[in-house]
Structures are given as structure tokens and as C-alpha cells.
């Protein structure tokens, strides 16, 4: 019977593939590849891996250990849906050339380790996530700092501040907090965003929805079907860097930055989980107490909004971020959860009452994270909740952003900035050690990278509106 090798190969030889395009994710989250010719591979590329230097991949190593190795995953080949010439992609974990151990700051190797983290711990057996990760479709951006300057500029032909512009002018723009979801020709992107979802299709992922979302200027999103976790976080990436190369070819850009658009809907991932023991839904329980949802459920709600501020240093990982975690704009900074309530950090979507479509949606996070991290820190802290039987305290069925002022006291913020959940996770990471999950350098060199290349390089700036607000002092 063949086995995945067996069937790498053969997609390379069916499909008459030229290249055969290697492809892996640094510890922030972006996609790296290099590619060799079809004709050259062979079983020996997936028992002895493929070489690389370490040391200019970011997060990785040093130079003077820079040797690494790539293992390709051959269950994760596909044909590469951009590419002009054939290409069969393949996804890689990470290695050490000495040791042959996977690599601890391999972000995927986490996701993995996670998963099995959940099987051992008598639990569950499989986590599933499904992320609704939303972007923008601009039409140009423009940005540059220097020591005398700083500007960015984005635009769209949707944009609600091109209503003035010059003829020729067909209007059909939609206004601010007004894209949900009106049909052509107010929505301009239909059939870029159709393109994108069959290309999606075409590499093996399941689309639920793609749809106009409420920003003004092209905001879209796609739903992912549930899946595992670590398949999840794949199609994730690969759903970015086809919106990215489809947008291209078209003449526009994509961006998955939180929030690029001033007083407008910023981009969440809202994600949906759920944990399964063979055919059983975990979190479903037809008599519970709230929402249909099991006891387990609830206690994996106590470990999310717990450890909330340090997961959200992996699932909402930029400064810009906290941008878009602001009051009235969906994005909610509150810990509290709720049935059907979108102000709520943890929302329980009531759509159907079935054991299938129970799960919790965590909806502070955002598309700039890296996937593989962002989803294991949402396992490892719900975990956790079951495990010590956290009480997440009584459910808020009410709009957190107009609540009373007595009322409102009772329910805490999330974090303000990046600097504060960086701090939170160094003060609460011994639930994502668990199982050798997370491994402390990696906790410390996440920390340390996101300090120094983001915190520091923006505090050290001035910004653009600080001359409205100060140069005439």
C-alpha cells in the first residue's frame, strides 16, 4: 500500500510538474521556500532532508550554528495553485543536522507537539479550529520613515474618501462600518474574492463563506472549515499567500495588518474550538447549564480568558493590533464570555443546535499571528482550564461597550499594547511548558524579538499625528 512518499511522488509525475517547491514559516509566521527541479527528487530528500542557513531565518539561529535542515512533509504535498510553471508544493518541519531532532523554535513542530500534548493528557483526541481571518484588498499602498519623515497611505477604489474624486466617478462606495455585505456594484471585489476561494479549493481547503466584510475599502474574509489543529494553521498559510498572489496578478494588494484603516473595522481571526474524543463532542452537552455547552467547555472558557493577556502575546502579536482592540468596532477588550453577544471576548455561536456545531469562538485574536503558535496557546491555556477546573465566573448577555458604570467595573480589560501581554507571558507561560510544548527559548526569544524589533522601534519614533497634537507647543 502506498504511503505518502509513494504518493509525493507520483502527484510530482502526474501532474508533470518542473519544480518542487519546499516551503516552511519563520517564528513570526511567514512563509520561506526554495525550489529544485522535479526530475531530482527522490525518497532521500524526506528521510535526509534538505539543508538550509538557520541564521537568516528570523527567530532562528545564530551564525555560528546556522547549519539546519529541512524535513518535508510528504502528506502535505499539493500542486501550487500560482505558480505558471507546474509546481508541487511541500510543508516542512525543522531539524537539527546533528541531532536529527526537530527543532524547538520550529513553529509547526509546536502545533505538533501541542496536538499530542492534548491526546496525552486523556482529555481529547483531536482539537479542531476553524479561524475567520479577514483582510484587506487595497488598491495601493504607500509607506516610508526616515529621520526627517514618516507617512503611509493606503487606497481602494471602494474607499468612502474617494466619493469626491474626479470624474470619471460611478460612486457605489461603501461608507464607513458599511461593507456587511452589500451585493455589486458597492461590492467591487466579488469575483477576485470567488478567484481566490477556487484557488483555495483547487490546493485541498474547505471554504465555508467568503464575503464583503464591514470596513469601507475592500475588507474581506473567508471562513475555514474546522479542521485539526496543525492542518488548520497550514491552509491558513497557504489561504494568505494565495489572497496575496491572486490580488497581485490583478493589480491590488492584501494585507492581513490588524488595522490600516483610521475610525473603520479592523481585521480579527475569530477562531472556533472545539475538542472531540473519537465521535463525541467534548464541549457539547444538550442539558448544560448555559449555551448547550459541557462543564469541560466551560472550564476550557475559565483557561482562555486566565491566560488571555499572555496568549494573546502569540495570537494578537503586533503593535498595530491593539489598534484594532479598541470599543466599537467588534473587536472586543473585555474578558467575559456570552451566547450570541459579539462585544464578548469568548462568544458561543447559537446557529444550530447540534453536537457538530458546538464549540467557543475566541474573538480577540487577529491574521497577523503565526497560526501554529497562536492555536497551540489557545489549547494549551483551555487545557488548563479543564485541567485546575478554572471558573470563568458568570456569562455578560448584554452589550459589554454600553454597559452601566457599576456593571462595567466588574469586567476586566485585555491588555492595551504589545508591551503588556509580552510582560504577561513572561509572567504566566508554565501552562504552555507543559508536555515540552513551548520550550522556554523559545518564550524568551519570542519576547526579546518582539521588544526589540517592534516595542522599541516604534517607541523610539515620532508619529505622524504628534505633530498635530505638539508642534505648536
Known amino acids: 500500500m502506498a504511503g505518502p512518499v509513494d504518493d509525493a511522488l507520483k502527484l510530482v509525475k502526474d ?87 526537530p527543532y524547538s523554535r520550529d513553529p509547526r513542530h509546536v502545533a505538533q507537539k501541542a496536538e499530542a500534548y492534548l491526546q496525552s493528557s486523556g482529555v481529547g483526541e483531536t482539537s479542531y479550529f476553524g479561524p475567520e481571518a479577514e483582510c484587506f484588498i487595497f488598491d495601493n499602498v504607500r509607506f516610508d520613515y526616515g529621520p526627517n519623515f514618516g507617512f503611509h497611505e493606503v487606497d481602494s477604489e471602494e474607499g468612502i474618501w474617494n466619493s469626491g474624486q474626479e470624474a470619471p466617478n460611478q460612486g457605489y462606495k461603501p461608507r464607513h462600518k458599511g461593507g456587511y455585505f452589500p451585493v455589486p456594484p458597492m461590492d467591487k471585489l466579488q469575483d477576485l474574492r470567488t478567484e481566490i476561494m477556487m484557488k483555495m479549493i483547487d490546493t485541498g ?12 475599502a475592500g475588507q474581506a474574509e473567508f471562513d475555514l472549515k474546522f479542521d485539526s489543529l496543525t492542518t488548520v494553521a497550514d491552509k491558513l498559510l497557504w489561504y494568505k499567500y494565495i489572497a496575496k498572489n491572486v490580488a497581485y496578478a490583478h493589480g491590488k494588494t492584501v494585507t492581513f495588518m490588524p488595522k490600516p484603516v483610521f475610525e473603520d473595522n479592523g481585521s480579527g481571526m475569530h477562531t472556533h474550538i472545539s475538542i472531540w474524543k473519537g465521535d463525541k463532542n467534548l464541549f457539547y452537552d444538550a442539558s448544560g447549564a448555559y449555551a448547550g455547552l459541557s ?29 484594532r482592540l479598541v470599543p466599537g468596532y467588534e473587536a472586543p477588550n473585555r474578558l467575559a464570555y456570552s451566547q450570541r453577544n459579539r462585544s464578548a471576548c469568548v462568544r458561543i455561536p447559537l446557529y444550530s443546535a447540534s453536537e457538530k456545531a458546538k464549540r467557543i469562538e475566541f474573538r480577540s485574536p487577529d491574521p497577523s499571528c503565526n497560526p501554529y503558535l497562536a492555536f497551540a496557546a489557545m489549547l494549551m491555556a483551555g487545557l488548563d482550564g479543564i485541567h485546575n477546573k478554572i471558573d470563568p465566573g458568570e456569562p455578560v448577555d448584554k452589550d459589554i461597550y454600553d454597559l452601566p458604570p457599576e456593571e462595567e467595573a466588574k469586567v476586566p480589560y485585555l491588555p492595551g499594547s504589545l508591551e503588556e501581554v509580552l510582560l504577561a507571558l513572561e509572567e504566566d507561560n508554565d501552562y504552555l511548558l507543559r508536555g515540552d510544548v513551548f520550550t522556554p527559548d523559545l518564550v524568551e526569544m519570542w519576547v526579546n524579538w518582539k521588544r526589540e524589533n517592534e516595542c522599541d522601534a516604534i517607541h523610539i519614533r515620532p508619529h505622524p499625528y504628534e505633530f498635530f497634537l505638539y508642534f505648536d507647543i
Open 205 to 216: 481547503i474547505d471554504v465555508e463563506v467568503q464575503h464583503h466584510e464591514v470596513g469601507t
Open 295 to 323: 462543564q469541560e467547555a466551560v472550564w476550557f472558557i475559565g483557561g482562555i480568558l486566565k491566560h488571555a493577556p499572555s496568549v494573546l502575546a502569540f495570537a494578537a502579536p503586533t503593535t498595530n493590533s491593539y489598534k
Open 15 to 101: 501532474t508533470g510538474a518542473v519544480a518542487v517547491d519546499f516551503k516552511f514559516v519563520d517564528l513570526p509566521g511567514l512563509w520561506h521556500h526554495f525550489s529544485i527541479p522535479a526530475s531530482t527528487l527522490s525518497e532521500d530528500e524526506f528521510t535526509d532532508g534538505l539543508g538550509f542557513d538557520g541564521s537568516s531565518i528570523r527567530g532562528f539561529q545564530r551564525i555560528e550554528e546556522s547549519d539546519m535542515l529541512l524535513m518535508p512533509d510528504a502528506s502535505t504535498a499539493v500542486l501550487d495553485p500560482v505558480c505558471e510553471e507546474p509546481t508541487v508544493s511541500i510543508i516542512c518541519n525543522v531539524a537539527d543536522p546533528i541531532t536529527q531532532e
